[in-house]
């Protein structure tokens, strides 16, 4: 066994000390199969919401990578855990790596747009005293509501109309058929 070493963590793999660098063969392996380095993480404190299975919770999104995000939260899924990250017109679908106390790091298989999600200041919205957070991208005012519901109204009035309108023709094209149906077959019976 001299010449195999084994790695760091849980894996029981070993490899010949030739393929692994490092003064004492304890680095990373050379190769193909050569162990990725750490991502760039750029540290941050960004609020945002988390969809864990049907429910949705506040996080702290502390650290972004290119694939990886790291947050704290009052309960942090459990590691294998599908979640969904949202702040603004972002979202970031993840696998929980890791979960720690109240932190955990996530790892995506998209590519995260780093600069996108910090500038984006119109992701927070900030509470009026007395008023709702507003979460939709274009808030509505009370005019534009007013003016949405008149237009549903008149739309369901005019498909009304036309439902009735359209029962009104075929119940007078009924009578008419039958009114004309006895001496029309009178004519041809004389006429054949």
Same mark, same amino acid.
């Given at each position: 066994?001299?010449?195999?070493?084994?790695?760091?963590?849980?894996?029981?793999?070993?490899?010949?000390?030739?393929?692994?660098?490092?003064?004492?063969?304890?680095?990373?392996?050379?190769?193909?199969?050569?162990?990725?380095?750490?991502?760039? =993480?750029?540290?941050?404190?960004?609020?945002?919401?988390? =969809?864990?299975?049907?429910?949705?919770?506040?996080?702290?999104?502390?650290?972004?990578?290119?694939?990886?995000? *790291?947050?704290?939260?009052?309960?942090?899924?459990?590691?294998?855990?599908?979640?969904?990250? =949202?702040?603004?017109?972002?979202?970031?679908?993840?696998?929980?790596?890791?979960?720690? *106390?109240?932190?955990? *790091?996530?790892?995506?298989?998209?590519?995260?747009?780093?600069?996108?999600?910090?500038?984006?200041?119109?992701?927070?919205?900030?509470?009026?005293?007395?008023?709702?957070?507003?979460?939709?991208?274009?808030?509505?005012?009370?005019?534009?509501?007013?003016?949405?519901?008149?237009?549903?109204?008149?739309?369901?009035?005019?498909?009304?109309?036309?439902?009735?309108?359209?029962?009104?023709?075929?119940?007078?094209?009924?009578?008419?058929?039958?009114?004309?149906?006895?001496?029309?077959?009178?004519?041809?019976?004389?006429?054949?």
């Amino acid at each position: 066994m001299d010449e195999c070493l084994r790695l760091r963590g849980k894996t029981t793999r070993y490899l010949p000390r030739a393929h692994v660098a490092g003064p004492r063969g304890n680095g990373a392996r050379v190769g193909s199969d050569a162990v990725k380095p750490r991502e760039e =993480r750029q540290k941050v404190m960004i609020k945002a919401r988390m =969809r864990s299975g049907v429910s949705w919770n506040d996080v702290c999104v502390l650290n972004l990578s290119a694939h990886g995000v *790291g947050i704290q939260a009052a309960e942090p899924p459990a590691r294998g855990t599908y979640v969904e990250i =949202r702040r603004g017109p972002h979202v970031i679908v993840a696998r929980v790596a890791w979960s720690k *106390g109240h932190r955990a *790091g996530l790892r995506s298989q998209d590519p995260i747009f780093i600069q996108h999600i910090v500038k984006d200041t119109a992701a927070t919205p900030v509470q009026v005293a007395g008023q709702p957070v507003e979460r939709r991208r274009a808030p509505r005012t009370t005019q534009q509501g007013h003016d949405r519901s008149r237009w549903l109204g008149r739309a369901m009035e005019f498909v009304c109309f036309a439902l009735v309108a359209g029962a009104v023709a075929l119940t007078a094209f009924g009578s008419v058929e039958q009114a004309l149906a006895r001496p029309l077959s009178q004519i041809s019976a004389a006429l054949g």
